[in-house]
């Protein structure tokens, strides 16, 4: 994923962020939420194989995702490749 911010100065600033090492880093935390959305759908009653399909499926059609926010002097471009 590349980021892009523009500074108040006008120039833009650009940080490559790698996926992997940060869900790796981030794990236990996606555990949690994994543990959580397991049950969320219990409670709810929708097949939790289902859901973790379709979660992966929106994860995997992230690719050439494009997101830019701009206001005022400030933006922000979210690149996922």
Known sequence: MTVRFRRRQ???VRFWVP?????????PVLLLAAVGGTVACLVYRISPTRAFGVGWRLLYALGGTRI????AR????????
């Open 68 to 71: 830019e926010i701009e206001q």
């Open 10 to 12: 006008g120039g833009w």
């Open 19 to 27: 996926i992997l090492p940060v869900a790796l880093v981030f794990s």
């Open 74 to 81: 400030m933006g922000l471009l979210l690149h996922f490749r």
